[in-house]
């Protein structure tokens, strides 16, 4: 389980590193930066796919360990 749990810790990560992003978009619009939001919101669709590959990850074990299935959203 502590494979587990480390997914878990992983996930929660990015999701608060996405968060962070979205705020540093919300500023650079603010300041008119326009080139440094269209970096930031191609690190955000990264942090996207990695968020959606540890959704797949975590839910594959626990299919692995037969508990229940949890919708990915």
Do not use: P, W
């Not at 502590?2 to 978009?25: A, F, G, P, T």
């Not at 996207?48 to 975590?58: D, G, N, T």
Request: overall charge positive; hydrophobic content about 35%.
């Amino acid at each position: 389980m502590k494979v587990q749990h480390s997914i878990e810790r992983e996930i929660e990560v990015v999701e608060n590193l996405i968060d962070q992003l979205n705020k540093c978009v919300m500023i650079f619009r603010h300041s008119k930066n326009f080139k440094e939001i269209k970096n930031t919101k191609n690190d955000i669709k990264k942090c996207k796919v990695e968020l959606k590959r540890l959704y797949e990850l975590k839910h594959a074990e626990k299919n692995d360990l037969g508990e229940t299935n949890d919708a990915f959203f």
